[in-house]
């Protein structure tokens, strides 16, 4: 295993312990009375309704764009309908964790302050985080994008988030797809990733798409003045996770 791969499957493991991704419902005849289930993050969970959803732990809320930045404001989980419907007839309204303590330590200068709260992230990646909703304000889905405005060492590791995925919904069960290399793809430090996994249990139907490439004309030095270029390469993951049971209106 490569030593990029064991520092992220470490990382992974401290994804429940840190708090950042709530631990799996557990039950067994050692303990015979169960937890209640916390959801995936923060509380969020599949079935949700959102009329009786609260803001607590989360900071501004606005119609969603497939993973990208925020559009409309909104002020309550239940202003869904005021987005526009994706194909699937879900409504997406992206949802940004509470990083009050994070400014407070930043205006006085305690960075500790925070105690690591820092933005909105999972398995220590910063991600753009959003809910779906169907018309009846269900929550039937959760999508995890990790955020391209990130810093560029940040951004090189978004592919890793796989890993703690993975390790989260236990690595046995899904169905991956190496997809096709396009025209002028490339490795980036002699590694290549285009993956895309699924997996469906009776509660969730899980999808994670990962890249780690470069793009036609991408390189790390330019090739006429050999000048050092950051950034020049595609890094990030794509998690969602939906209610098998849905189905389109």
């Not at 169960?34 to 989360?58: C, N, Y």
């Not at 559009?71 to 964790?97: H, I, M, T």
């Not at 960075?111 to 220590?124: D, Q, S």
């Not at 959760?142 to 978004?158: I, N, P, Q």
Request: charged share 30%.
């Amino acid at each position: 295993m490569r030593a990029h791969e064991k520092i992220a499957r470490r990382r992974a493991r401290t994804w429940i312990a840190a708090g950042i991704l709530a631990a799996i419902l557990v039950s067994g005849p050692a303990q015979p009375q169960q937890r209640p289930d916390p959801g995936e993050i923060r509380g969020l969970k599949l079935g949700l309704v959102a009329k009786s959803m609260t803001l607590r732990g989360f900071g501004d809320l606005a119609c969603g764009s497939n993973g990208g930045p925020p559009r409309q404001k909104l002020e309550e989980w239940s202003d869904f309908r005021k987005c526009r419907p994706e194909a699937n007839g879900l409504y997406e309204v992206y949802a940004r964790f509470d990083d009050e303590d994070e400014y407070v330590g930043k205006a006085i200068e305690e960075p500790r302050y925070a105690r690591g709260k820092i933005g909105t992230r999972v398995a220590g990646h910063p991600v753009i985080l959003s809910a779906l909703f169907d018309g009846d304000g269900v929550l039937r889905g959760l999508r995890f994008v990790t955020d391209s405005r990130a810093a560029t060492h940040e951004r090189r590791m978004a592919h890793m988030l796989r890993l703690s995925i993975f390790d989260r919904y236990d690595s046995e069960g899904w169905a991956c797809t190496d997809l096709p290399r396009a025209a002028g793809e490339s490795p980036v430090g002699g590694i290549f990733v285009k993956l895309r996994c699924e997996k469906v249990t009776p509660e969730r139907h899980l999808m994670v798409e990962t890249h780690l490439l470069r793009r036609p004309g991408q390189a790390d030095n330019d090739p006429v003045t050999g000048e050092y270029k950051a950034g020049q390469f595609e890094s990030w993951t794509r998690f969602e996770i939906f209610d098998p049971n849905y189905r389109k209106p």
